[in-house]
């Protein structure tokens, strides 16, 4: 059964307990935790209720927040420090981040107080941090220990361990040693001491590193987890790779709403208020709005050569909007550059040589295209013709150079390049290309 049968049913008023829990038993729990979204409080609460207990926790660390809280306020606090207490410290973190005051206070008093203790200090780190998104449950070994050793510390301790499949070795101070794999355990005999065949090339992180810097070792090294010391290089927790997944989207989508030139947003698009989504828009478009001033004034300035020759006039969109395009595919290029870790601070003059020529050869090809229109469509008027194809082939140069420059420079003064994919790009762009545009009808048709 997939699980809009399953939601059918239960909006049908589907009782029979037994059979809708042997439905669920045959259903992955991510699919079983999106069957909530489609229904109404009561039924979420009655759903939960159903629910297996072995697996009720797994599946409300998929639940969405909001259905989460819904389901805090239903049950009773017994209920809620089982549940608590079965969630892995870093979902448990994650729902907390995101609940009002009288609800977090009700489910730290449940919770047993080992794990209110691994939960309050994950909070005190920056939400940035390595330290904010690490879980304190792993496997950790002693190098004396062991192969056969190993084996019976991971079948104890396992089962409530974030991942087994890598383990970490530490000596009794607590200092990160070495790891070792559980393909490494396999393969090796019994009577192996775990400290003659653990890696000691180990890639951690300290808790105060920044998230979106430990994404990107996940990404070279190709990592299922990491171990975050801290400055003593003692271990005190992991990083799966399912945390650094969301940091990524997360990441992402702050960048993509960036360069959209909006303030990034705290919730999903559907969550989000009216009010919050022209507050985080409205700066933005006001910025760019008054920026026209700078266009407009230019305007004004050539306002005589314009009313010499009126059809000057017509063009100015179709430079402007090239060139703010060119401009905006070298920028988007050079931010995701930066962002994957493909274009270091010292690429500048490759990067520059490189957009030069792309700009040439576009300006060329679409230079070439103009002429041969405004030819046609202008009783063959040569100058008019010229100074079109040659402003257009100077912005498209112009916007190419800026917009591979700027991000580069964002970066170098330790601002987001996002931020000027947009907003400052236009500015520029939409200015120098007219600068241009009136510069070149001045010289060659000598208003």
Not at 145 to 155: G, L, M, N, Q, S
Request: net charge negative; aromatic share 6%; hydrophobic share 50%.
């Amino acid at each position: 059964m997939n699980k809009e049968e399953l939601v059918e049913l239960i909006k049908k008023g589907f009782l029979d307990i037994s059979k809708l829990k042997l439905l669920l038993s045959d259903m992955n729990i991510v699919d079983i935790a999106e069957v909530f979204e489609e229904l109404d409080r009561e039924q979420i609460i009655q759903m939960f209720r159903i629910l297996p207990k072995a697996i009720a926790s797994d599946i409300f660390a998929y639940v969405d927040i909001e259905h989460q809280q819904t389901i805090i306020e239903a049950l009773t606090d017994s209920e809620i420090g089982e549940i608590m207490n079965k969630l892995f410290v870093d979902d448990a973190v994650d729902f907390i981040e995101e609940m009002p005051a009288n609800v977090v206070r009700r489910v730290l008093k449940n919770v047993r107080p080992e794990k209110r203790k691994q939960i309050n200090q994950i909070l005190q780190y920056p939400d940035d941090s390595a330290g904010s998104i690490m879980t304190t449950e792993f496997v950790d070994l002693r190098e004396d220990e062991k192969v056969r050793e190993a084996f019976d510390t991971i079948r104890t301790i396992g089962l409530n361990k974030e991942t087994i499949y890598t383990c970490y070795v530490i000596r009794r101070d607590r200092m990160l040693v070495g790891v070792i794999t559980a393909k490494d355990l396999l393969l090796a005999r019994p009577s192996n001491r775990i400290g003659d065949i653990m890696d000691t090339n180990i890639v951690f992180a300290y808790t105060t590193d920044d998230r979106e810097a430990i994404a990107d070792l996940f990404q070279k090294y190709g990592l299922l987890a990491m171990p975050v010391v801290d400055k003593e290089r003692r271990l005190v927790g992991i990083i799966t790779v399912d945390d650094i997944v969301d940091v990524i989207v997360e990441e992402s989508t702050e960048d993509i709403e960036k360069m959209a030139a909006i303030v990034p947003l705290d919730e999903s698009y559907l969550k989000t208020g009216i009010l919050q989504h022209a507050k985080n828009r409205f700066l933005w478009m006001l910025i760019l709005m008054l920026s026209a001033t700078i266009t407009g004034t230019i305007i004004s300035s050539f306002e005589d050569g314009l009313m010499a020759l009126p059809i000057l006039m017509a063009f100015i969109p179709m430079l402007m909007n090239t060139g703010g395009i060119a401009g905006s595919q070298s920028s988007t290029l050079i931010v995701r550059g930066i962002a994957v870790g493909e274009i270091a601070l010292g690429d500048i003059l490759l990067i520059l040589w490189k957009e030069l020529r792309v700009g040439m050869l576009c300006g060329l090809g679409l230079g070439l295209v103009n002429f041969i229109r405004v030819f046609i469509m202008n009783n063959n008027d040569w100058k008019l013709c010229l100074t079109i194809t040659l402003s257009l082939f100077c912005t498209i140069l112009m916007a190419k150079t800026v917009g591979s420059i700027l991000p580069i420079f964002a970066k170098r003064l330790k601002i987001d390049p996002a931020i000027m994919s947009a907003p400052l790009l236009t500015t520029i762009v939409d200015a120098v290309s007219l600068i241009i545009y009136f510069s070149v009808a001045k010289l060659i048709l000598g208003l």
